[in-house]
């Protein structure tokens, strides 16, 4: 089963910063890509960034390319997003997964999800 734990989230007005960090089992974690994801109400979730086993490629959604940066922590079975000049668009639950790469972008590799973290961002 896929252990994840998701934190980081709040409130900050746009143009503001967050860092969102993403804790997972070693089991979970190991030689995966690793993905975030996020849902906004209403709306599908969707992919927002991924990274290859041992960081060495990066791929993002179209959305937050140039302000969003997605790094990992082997050793501490983390997984980060770094979201800078955040806009009213990002509100959303963030979640991070296992990830298959896959033209360009990252899919869920697992049907199991943790709780989430919510961003809003106020205009």
């Known amino acids: 089963q896929v252990q994840l734990v998701e934190s980081g989230g709040g409130l900050v007005q746009a143009g503001g910063s967050l860092r969102l960090s993403c804790a997972a089992s070693?089991?979970?974690?190991?030689?995966?890509?690793m993905g975030w994801f996020r849902q906004a109400p209403g709306k599908e979730r969707e992919f927002v960034a991924v990274?290859?086993?041992?960081?060495?490629?990066?791929w993002y959604a179209d959305s937050v390319k140039g302000r969003f940066t997605i790094s990992r922590d082997d050793p501490k079975n983390t997984v980060y997003l770094e979201m800078n000049s955040l806009k009213p668009e990002d509100t959303a639950v963030y979640y991070c997964?296992?990830?298959?790469?896959?033209?360009?972008?990252?899919?869920?590799?697992?049907?199991?999800w943790g709780q989430g973290t919510q961003v809003t961002v106020s205009s």
């Open positions: 997964n296992r990830a298959l790469i896959t033209g360009g972008e990252g899919v869920p590799a697992s049907s199991d």
């Open positions: 070693a089991r979970t974690f190991s030689r995966y890509p």
């Open positions: 990274i290859n086993w041992r960081g060495g490629s990066t």
